[in-house]
């Protein structure tokens, strides 16, 4: 199966060009720029997946993995972390996908969600709030009641026209940031890693177990749990040191326990979790149209659609489909690092000794 995949992996990786118009730019500005024949002969449609009837799987299982960026063999998928003249980094693909589909007319709902079971649609406000967010503070929100909110817009019962005001008051600054409100930008450097959904298969009629990706999530720390948690530590701290003021003098050992604790589920706040789910088949072509770097021939890139159908990455088992609600590994190996990577090698075998057994006789 891996020297398949290996074959695949070069030969899609052929098709691509390097940097366009390198040699033949006459100006700077040229460098990157494909000419119209270029454009015009360039193969950049994702190979089509062919059909699989249900009654030719044979053994199926379904497993999600965690790819670690800060792992060298992972580096394509997160460098550069700042987009350059001839690429861009996968986080930038997936943000900008997300972000322009009222611009492609394209409902995001459609393959973005909440959760990996495609039940939750993610709208595209909420998509905006993982990337860039801003919250008032309490002077803030005053501020705007007093001066700035003459139709009374209440943003419980009208939040989006609530937003689109505070909006409007910071870009024309008459909301000064920090004192009135507190905001916050996902980029690519702030990325953790990815979450993969995939399915594993034995096709009998081709007598060979093959993989289908079927999902991809980024994970960071969201801009709204970054601004929830900064004002939320950003209270408690104003909270104690009027308490400190109050009582005349330090906190007590208790208080000092008890400001730990409410510090604590903030920090949790902010974590880095799953941004959103991206059903993987609609967004095929454009990661098919975007390269990413070949350390062994910079002439030939890998564009992300290859890289990743051929699984030319390291990921870790962290959850397959069981009895018990897919459960993660972590939830019956709680607390030991090496026990839980034991166990994703344990599913892994599983899998490749159901295909090697079949030649068992």
Known sequence: MLRYSFILFLMTSLNCIGQANLLNAKTPKEIGVKTADQIKYDNTKPLDYGYIDDRDVMFGKRVWEFIDIDQRVNFPLYYPVKPLM????????????????QKNK??????????????LPL?????????NDFRLTKEGDENVTKNFNPTKID???????????????????KLKEGPDYKTAELNAVDLKGFKIQGYWYFNKRLAELKYRLIAIAPVASSAKSIVDATIG?????????QIIASQGSLLTPQQEEDKKGKLKIYEEMSAPDVLFWIYYPAIRETLKSNPTFNDRNSSKPINFDDLLISRHFDAVV???????????????KPNNALEQLLEAERVKDKIRDFEHDMWNY
């Open 86 to 101: 001839d690429r861009k980094p996968l986080f930038d693909v997936l943000r900008e996908y997300v972000q322009s589909g």
């Open 106 to 119: 394209v409902n995001i709902k459609d393959y973005c969600f909440q959760d990996d079971y495609f039940s």
């Open 123 to 131: 709208d595209a406000s909420e998509a905006e709030s993982k990337f």
């Open 155 to 173: 943003p419980a019962v009208d939040p989006a026209k609530f937003r689109e005001l505070c909006l409007k008051l910071i870009a024309d600054k």
């Open 233 to 241: 530590q950003q209270e408690i701290e104003d909270e104690y040191t």
């Open 318 to 332: 962290y959850k397959e489909e069981n009895v018990q609600g897919d459960r993660l590994i972590e939830k019956y």
